[in-house]
């Protein structure tokens, strides 16, 4: 490390003028920041993805073009119906929405056999936004996507994406219930069958109302279907005569 109390001023001086060269100080940026770029002029946001096909999963990844070379930005597995939540940190986008801010999405799909072959390459525009959000990748059947600058999920006010609904009630609304429930991933959930008339039979006991509460819980969680979920729990019990 150089001591400045053992050299004179001019070679202080010198000495700066030398680090700064190499650093670029006091020259003005001509760059502007892009979509992976941190600077005074950019936001840090997520990105995130969304899945409005009940038959096929996606595994991505998003690259940053506005820079010399492509960055990767963002990626992830979604599953059949995902409707968000698989934050990646993280990336930047501008306070202010400028046209070129550009992005590649490459993309394999499967379908409920097996992973296919194909990979998939799209040059996409990041939408104009009025404030920078989480960056949203929404993927539509028949290999359509679009890129979503978002504060809130689908289903949420705040969504900006072109269907408004969530996936799953998309799905229910065009397929019904059966075929979207087989669509999705039941990690230790109980089928309509377990759940039915769990809380009619928990009220002949005199069970603890928790129970009841414990029932509905595991049933909005796997069908997000409040109407559905308590003609099951409240319905006949399966055992019944």
Request: with cysteine; glycine share 10%.
């Amino acid at each position: 490390m150089v001591n400045a109390n053992r050299i004179g001023a001019k070679q202080l001086l010198a000495l700066l003028a030398a680090v700064c060269a190499l650093s670029g100080c006091g020259q003005k940026a001509t760059a502007q920041a892009g979509a992976g770029e941190r600077s005074p002029e950019t936001v840090g946001v997520m990105s995130d993805s969304v899945n409005y096909s009940h038959d096929r999963s996606y595994k991505y990844t998003l690259y940053d073009l506005t820079g010399a070379v492509p960055k990767e930005v963002g990626g992830a597995i979604v599953p059949q119906l995902g409707s968000g939540g698989e934050k990646n940190c993280c990336l930047a986008l501008p306070k202010q929405w400028r046209p070129g801010l550009k992005v590649r999405l490459e993309w394999q799909e499967a379908n409920q056999k097996e992973k296919e072959p194909e990979i998939y390459k799209r040059e996409m525009e990041i939408p104009r936004y009025e404030q920078p959000a989480d960056l949203y990748v929404a993927f539509h059947p028949q290999h359509e996507v679009e890129l979503v600058v978002s504060a809130g999920e689908p289903g949420h006010p705040e969504w900006k994406g072109k269907t408004k609904q969530t996936p799953w009630d998309l799905c229910v609304q065009e397929f019904g219930r059966k075929t979207c429930k087989r669509a999705i991933p039941n990690y230790g959930g109980l089928s309509p069958g377990e759940l039915q008339g769990l809380c009619t039979s928990a009220k002949e006991r005199n069970d603890d109302p928790k129970y009841c509460e414990w029932a509905m819980e595991l049933c909005m969680r796997d069908f997000e279907d409040r109407e559905f979920c308590d003609k099951t729990l409240w319905g006949k019990p399966r055992n019944s005569k």
